[in-house]
């Protein structure tokens, strides 16, 4: 409780003390010199606070900015209620008007496009939507704030692609420190952009286009594998990162999405090009994020018991540890606190104490309480929605339609569900901060294998189609009143459109609905969003104490 008072009020001030209540008529005394905050409980109740002593108050009686109240219960249940007898209505074959409707839109609908005119629309719409990308970036690069973590990983990268010493300073543990834990692979673009700019917000929009990148490459390996529909798919890649909660990670250098990006394809590539595969999954772990090892070994430990087999183990293990070797090779001549084994052991002991864990905290005894204390107690409605029921959703959608994931990509769906199952239930079960960016181990993993189920015309069956579409569309995030509008959409779409077009139709209607999200910001902002000037003080050096203090300062 203490915690999460002093993360909504602030720090107390030296003369604070603590105060208890003895009737409902005391009036607070206002502070001038504390801000504002209006604070709401589970019933909806508001209260504006105007000091310290008020807000502690409140905050006590469970009181917070972003609090869930019953109204956004009853909203989710109306909604559930209500798009349920929409659904049964559409999709009743009793409603006469609709046939006469589904007839005449039918017909509507029935077009095609030569394949040459497909890839110029491609070309058009690629430059036209990364116009708003770009502003919108940008602007989001300019307006977040600093962040401790965002320094370290880019100063430890620049070190590491400039001279192969992977340091953030010696306020961290110098060289090759266990507390950089976001690695190389994650800030590529990041350190693009600081080399050519020497500005962090240059970085950061770099660092955005790196992970666009790296995702349009695995599209492409796809795409040569699989034969899918190449011109969705790239559309789809530049908007993809931007679906991602909390995606300005990615602008900050952090690790996540970089690892998840590789890891996540590295599955659907791992039948086909399964040394590539094993190589990238380790890549994605030790020059990545150390977490991404979870989902890896909820995906192998699947493999292993459809296979079977030892001798593949052996032979995987071949070309798994070439990154890993390849990393404590440069432990072993660049750490400064002693071996290699003495490294292995720090980064076990940093783990498993690690306040995010949950190996050293009894809060998974009162799993309602241990996420009412976490970050969750601050998310809105739609983020509940999205990183707790939604990959339940996704695993049913995965198991039913198995057969003929397997099918298209190769024995993959059990693997898949067991990639995801470990990263979900150790966020939602064992962590006790449940920090959204490390939701990113599956939600990321979620969202790709949805847009290539969905580019792939994989389903048979409407309701798949209908689940999977609607939750990719959930993962709107400035305008989410048009979450809903789309979903019903998409139910009218299935039932009314013919089958040879309805999934084009479908995945051009999620990508302009995408589109349409991120290109609104460009005209609702007031100014112009300038890149600010440079930090002086970082442009010889990010390591420097002076430069360190000038971002903080900033």
């Given at each position: 409780m203490i915690e999460l008072i002093r993360s909504i009020c602030g720090l107390p001030p030296a003369s604070f003390k603590k105060f208890v209540a003895k009737d409902s008529q005391y009036i607070f005394e206002n502070d001038p010199s504390f801000n504002a905050i209006n604070l709401y409980d589970f019933f909806g109740r508001s209260a504006t606070v105007n000091s310290y002593t008020e807000c502690y108050y409140y905050v006590e009686l469970g009181f917070e900015p972003s609090k869930m109240t019953i109204f956004n219960y009853l909203q989710s249940v109306i909604i559930f209620v209500g798009l349920s007898a929409i659904l049964y209505f559409l999709f009743s074959k009793k409603v006469s008007i609709l046939k006469n409707l589904k007839s005449s839109f039918r017909s509507i609908t029935s077009f095609s496009i030569k394949k040459s005119t497909t890839t110029s629309l491609l070309v058009i719409f690629t430059a036209f939507q990364n116009f708003f990308i770009y502003d919108y970036v940008k602007t989001k690069s300019i307006r977040i704030p600093k962040f401790v973590d965002e320094y370290i990983a880019l100063t430890s990268n620049v070190n590491f692609y400039n001279n192969l010493d992977f340091n953030a300073g010696d306020f961290l543990g110098g060289s090759y420190s266990i507390f950089l834990t976001s690695g190389p692979i994650s800030a590529i673009g990041g350190v693009l952009g600081w080399n050519v700019s020497s500005s962090f917000f240059v970085s950061r929009i770099a660092n955005y286009y790196w992970l666009v990148a790296l995702q349009i490459l695995f599209a492409l390996i796809l795409i040569r594998a699989y034969k899918v529909n190449k011109e969705f798919l790239i559309a789809f890649s530049f908007m993809v990162i931007l679906l991602i909660p909390w995606w300005q990670g990615g602008l900050y250098s952090l690790g996540e999405i970089a690892s998840m990006i590789i890891?996540?394809?590295?599955?659907?590539?791992?039948?086909?090009?399964?040394?590539?595969?094993l190589v990238l999954f380790s890549i994605s772990i030790f020059f990545g994020k150390l977490l991404t090892a979870l989902p890896f070994a909820g995906f192998y430990l699947l493999v292993f018991i459809s296979e079977k087999s030892f001798k593949k183990i052996?032979?995987?293990?071949?070309?798994?540890?070439?990154?890993?070797?390849?990393?404590m090779l440069l432990i072993l001549f660049n750490y400064e606190d002693g071996t290699v084994?003495?490294?292995?052991?720090?980064?076990?002991?940093?783990?498993?104490?690690?306040?995010?864990?949950?190996?050293?905290?009894?809060?998974?005894?009162?799993?309602?309480?241990?996420?009412?204390?976490?970050?969750?107690?601050?998310?809105?409605?739609?983020?509940?929605?999205?990183?707790?029921?939604?990959?339940?959703?996704?695993?049913?959608?995965?198991?039913?339609?198995?057969?003929?994931?397997?099918?298209?990509?190769?024995?993959?769906?059990?693997?898949?569900?067991?990639?995801?199952?470990?990263?979900?239930?150790?966020?939602?079960?064992l962590s006790p901060t449940k920090?959204?960016?490390?939701?990113?181990?599956?939600?990321?993993?979620?969202?790709?294998?949805?847009?290539?189920?969905?580019?792939?015309?994989?389903?048979?069956?409407?309701?798949?189609?209908?689940?999977?579409?609607?939750?990719?569309?959930?993962?709107?995030?400035?305008?989410?009143?048009?979450?809903?509008?789309t979903i019903l959409l998409i139910a009218c779409l299935l039932y009314l459109s013919k089958t040879k077009y309805r999934h084009s139709i479908i995945k051009l209607l999620i990508?302009?609905?995408?589109?349409?999200?991120?290109?609104?910001?460009?005209?609702?902002?007031d100014r112009v969003s300038r890149i600010n000037s440079n930090l002086k003080e970082c442009e010889v050096s990010l390591i420097e104490d002076t430069c360190r203090d000038a971002y903080f300062q900033q």
């Open positions: 890891f996540s394809n590295g599955i659907f590539i791992f039948f086909k090009y399964r040394k590539l595969s052996y032979h995987d293990t071949i070309f798994f540890t070439i990154p890993f070797f390849g990393w084994f003495e490294y292995i052991q720090s980064q076990l002991d940093l783990i498993l104490n690690h306040q995010s864990t949950g190996f050293t905290d009894d809060t998974t005894i009162n799993l309602l309480s241990s996420i009412q204390s976490s970050e969750v107690g601050n998310w809105n409605f739609y983020d509940i929605l999205r990183l707790a029921y939604s990959p339940l959703i996704f695993l049913v959608i995965v198991y039913r339609n198995r057969m003929r994931i397997d099918q298209k990509f190769s024995k993959i769906s059990l693997p898949l569900i067991g990639s995801l199952v470990a990263p979900y239930l150790w966020f939602w079960l920090w959204m960016r490390y939701s990113q181990h599956f939600s990321i993993l979620m969202i790709l294998s949805l847009i290539y189920f969905i580019n792939s015309d994989l389903f048979n069956k409407n309701i798949d189609y209908f689940l999977s579409a609607s939750l990719l569309v959930l993962f709107i995030e400035n305008n989410k009143n048009f979450i809903l509008p990508i302009f609905t995408i589109f349409i999200d991120i290109a609104i910001p460009y005209y609702e902002k």
